[in-house]
């Protein structure tokens, strides 16, 4: 069982920046792959980025590749997600997940969720 909560979204400006964050429990956590997940208005769930668990891949949606960074610590139980250059289409709720797969971009391979965090990218 994991837990997941993040934090860091808000309101911000075309061309800022953004650091979510997203604390896991569990003493598993290192074993998970995670990713980022973003719901728009009136959009379907997309997939952002997701790293393996060891940290030594990292994946990205074309549509933020060169301006999101995901990274993670396993000591502190956190995944970040950086977001620089962003643009009002980023404007969304971000959610992270956890899955035992070694990768995948599909929403239902994901077994836990956080609630998401709202990013607002103002023009």
């Known amino acids: 069982q994991v837990l997941l909560v993040e934090s860091g979204g808000g309101l911000v400006q075309a061309g800022g920046s953004l650091r979510l964050s997203c604390a896991a429990s569990?003493?598993?956590?290192?074993?998970?792959?995670m990713g980022w997940f973003r719901q728009g208005p009136g959009k379907e769930r997309e997939f952002v980025a997701a790293i393996s668990w060891l940290a030594s891949n990292t994946y990205s949606a074309d549509s933020v590749k060169g301006r999101f960074t995901i990274a993670r610590d396993n000591a502190k139980n956190t995944v970040y997600l950086q977001m620089n250059s962003l643009k009002p289409e980023d404007t969304a709720v971000y959610y992270c997940?956890?899955?035992?797969?070694?990768?995948?971009?599909?929403?239902?391979?994901?077994?836990?969720w956080g609630q998401g965090t709202q990013v607002t990218v103002s023009s």
């Open positions: 997940a956890a899955t035992t797969r070694s990768y995948s971009d599909y929403a239902y391979d994901y077994a836990y």
């Open positions: 569990g003493r598993t956590f290192s074993t998970y792959t």
